[in-house]
């Protein structure tokens, strides 16, 4: 079996399936999605989310909002790039939405990191312990006094394992209290792209990693279906299925930037020297090419410039290499037997290069102290606001449950039906914090600081 270009490449919407067929802009509905998205609360928040480095001081690193925007521009040359050569490929696809890959990316790109929580990574971790080995525990065998259910199995591995790209697609996609049906009501391809990981929890393995909370997976396996991807075998009551084509391309402009732009930051911090970090952007060029780009630093006095220049030419690199592994491997990808990610198929100066750069990433940048402290914070903080809030929705009848339930939007079905209605509605606020919201909650409740009146 073989995945359909025609088919992969839907504009209709979750929520709006009934309208399609009256939609006549077609060739407009990706970018739509891509300015709903920036317009929305949601990617608004994402300024106030750590990416790597604590949020500013008196210098500006990325946050989660300058990285989705450079991840999302990335992703918008990669998909235009990939369109244009397939189309020489294949010119019987000309007509088709294969054209609008690269708005598809972009809006794509835009939202891969809406599901992260507060803190950067360290959030994602926090949340998975405190069910592991936290005081989260409890709920595995509880009983709710006021739903009089518990949490299956297949729910409790979707809490084990919490996932901020399965965060994604459910904040995209969930029917919240007071929204419309859909969530954001995205195209079928938009919400396909981003699940990098498209199978459940249960199937998450040592990684952790998955596409789609157990609440979410009716509406994914619609999607899938719908688009004609690839079901893969797997255990009764579990989903697996090969990735959407252009999960690939996100995934690549999400890693291009990941890894360059810390690279840029780590120098703005003086974790890197200009000199070392020239030396790592250097290196993902041949010698000749080298001397040409020294020749060109010479002329640049200032060493920031220099290091912006470098930066930009090191990306535009491996897009134009990711581009091009895409487009070789077409039909491994088309049948879902491509293996590993397009980063890992360049060519081997490039691939020695990122490689490079991750290794000092990993010893020099993630592993500093400005970094450990910020997820060291991130535990406590949201450890006890999980523990404060997941007690109060298992016990809503007691006065204080009551008042810090009413502290939750109206939105968050903070008293669903269900245990793990409640809990993931909990996930959801907490999820959805800034990194400043979080912590003032969190001095507000446990007494560190009072509000003012």
């Given at each position: ?6 088919q ?23 970018q ?33 909002l ?19 050569l397939l ?13 609008e ?5 972009s ?11 507060p ?9 998975r ?13 509880l ?12 729910q ?5 394992h919490?996932e ?25 391809s ?10 459940s ?6 990684k ?22 690839i ?8 989903l ?8 690939y391309l996100?995934?690549?402009a ?9 690279i ?19 290196a ?21 410039e ?6 930009s030419?090191a990306?535009n690199c491996?897009?134009s290499?990711?581009?091009?592994v895409?487009?070789d491997?077409?039909q ?6 491509f293996?590993?990610?397009l980063?890992?198929?360049?060519s081997p100066?490039?691939l020695?290069?990122?490689r490079q ?10 592993s500093?102290?400005?970094v450990?402290?910020?997820?060291i ?19 809503s ?13 109206t ?12 809990v993931?509605?909990?996930l ?9 919201f ?8 446990t ?5 003012t009146?």
């Open positions: 079996m073989i995945m359909d270009w025609a992969l490449l839907s504009t209709k919407r979750l929520g709006q399936e009934n309208d399609h067929a009256r939609r006549k802009d077609d060739r407009s509905e990706f739509r999605d891509f300015d709903r998205l920036i317009f929305s609360a949601a990617f608004r928040r994402l300024q106030n989310k750590t990416q790597v480095f604590p949020l500013p001081g008196s210098i500006f690193v990325h946050n989660r300058t990285h989705s925007l450079e991840v999302s521009s990335v992703g918008r040359s990669l998909g235009n790039d990939v369109s244009k189309l020489q490929l294949h010119p019987a696809l000309l007509g088709t939405l294969l054209s890959m690269g708005n598809i990316v809006a794509a790109c835009l939202a891969h990191d809406l599901g992260n929580p803190f950067g990574h360290s959030g994602e971790s926090a949340i312990s405190f069910f592991i080995d936290g005081a989260g525990q409890r709920l595995r065998s009983v709710c006094r006021e739903t009089g259910d518990g949490i299956s199995p297949a409790w591995d979707d809490l084990i919490f901020g790209n399965a965060n994604a697609f459910r904040l995209l996609t969930h029917h919240f209290l007071g929204r419309r049906r859909g969530g954001f009501v995205m195209t079928y938009t919400l396909a792209s981003i699940v990098k990981y498209p199978f929890s249960s199937l998450a393995g040592e952790g990693k998955f596409g789609f909370f157990q609440a979410e997976q009716a509406d994914f396996q619609t999607i899938a279906d719908e688009l004609g991807i079901r893969k075998d797997s255990p009764l009551g579990t697996r299925y090969a990735r959407h084509p252009l999960v996100v995934e690549a999400d890693d291009i930037c990941y890894e360059i732009m810390d840029e930051d780590a120098h703005k911090l003086k974790l890197l020297t200009t000199e070392e970090t020239t030396a790592l952007l250097l993902f060029f041949d010698e000749p090419r080298q001397r040409h780009i020294r020749q060109r630093l010479a002329s640049l006095s200032d060493r920031n220099q290091i912006v220049y470098l930066r030419i990306i491996l897009e290499e990711c581009a091009r895409f487009v491997s077409e491994d990808i088309l049948s879902g037997t293996q590993g990610s980063i890992s198929h360049i100066v490039p020695a290069a990122y750069c991750v290794g000092v990433a990993l010893e020099r940048i993630y500093a102290r400005l450990v402290d910020i997820e914070a991130g535990y406590r903080v949201i450890s006890e606001l999980l523990d404060l809030m997941t007690e109060a929705v298992t016990h009848t007691r006065p204080y449950s009551r008042i810090l339930i009413n502290r939750v939007s939105q968050y079905d903070i008293l669903a039906p269900t245990l793990y209605g409640r993931m509605a909990v959801d606020y907490i999820s959805g914090m800034t990194d400043i979080a912590l003032d909650l969190y001095r507000k409740i007494g560190m600081s009072l509000a009146v």
